[in-house]
């Protein structure tokens, strides 16, 4: 081989308009006449199924906070509604406990009018109105159950209870 930069080669070479010559022994290059942008390498599938994923994972995220919300405001109105149930349950029971009261007091009534005066006392007539009670259930018959039901009435009407 030649050292000297300037020696011809022993093979012909052609000339071409513009260009040196390229001797027949070296492969042509092929060499893009534009310039070509540096494209990037194609993604993996890594990167669309991990977004994906995050995309699911943000549904669940806004999905129970919905949810928490939610439960939030029917606990709520849950704990509403028995307060009110319970204000209304202690209020009954304000008055069952007043007509308590007042159905004992009744009752020392009753008992200071019958020690006080000689007329049949309440007692005799509750006691009365009970037996008649009884009558009628002891009835065999339509006319028994007729005129045992129809004493009931009058001595609980004396009593002082109203049955109809």
Excluded: W
């Amino acid at each position: 081989m030649p050292t000297d930069p300037f020696a011809q080669p022993d093979e012909p070479t052609v000339p071409f308009h513009g260009q040196a010559a390229v001797p027949p022994k070296y492969p042509p290059t092929d060499v893009p006449v534009t310039a070509v942008p540096y494209q990037r390498p194609p993604r993996s599938a890594a990167v669309p199924i991990l977004s994906v994923l995050v995309v699911i994972l943000l549904l669940m995220v806004v999905a129970l906070t919905a949810h928490s919300v939610s439960a939030t405001k029917d606990a709520r109105d849950r704990q509403d509604q028995l307060a009110a149930q319970l204000a209304g349950e202690q209020r009954r029971t304000q008055e069952l406990q007043a007509q308590v009261v007042a159905a004992k007091a009744e009752a020392e009534k009753a008992k200071r009018q019958q020690s006080g005066d000689g007329s049949p006392g309440t007692v005799a007539q509750l006691t009365s109105c009970s037996d008649a009670l009884g009558g009628v259930l002891k009835a065999r018959s339509g006319a028994d159950f007729g005129k045992a039901f129809n004493a009931m009435k009058d001595q609980c009407k004396i009593a002082g209870i109203s049955l109809f």
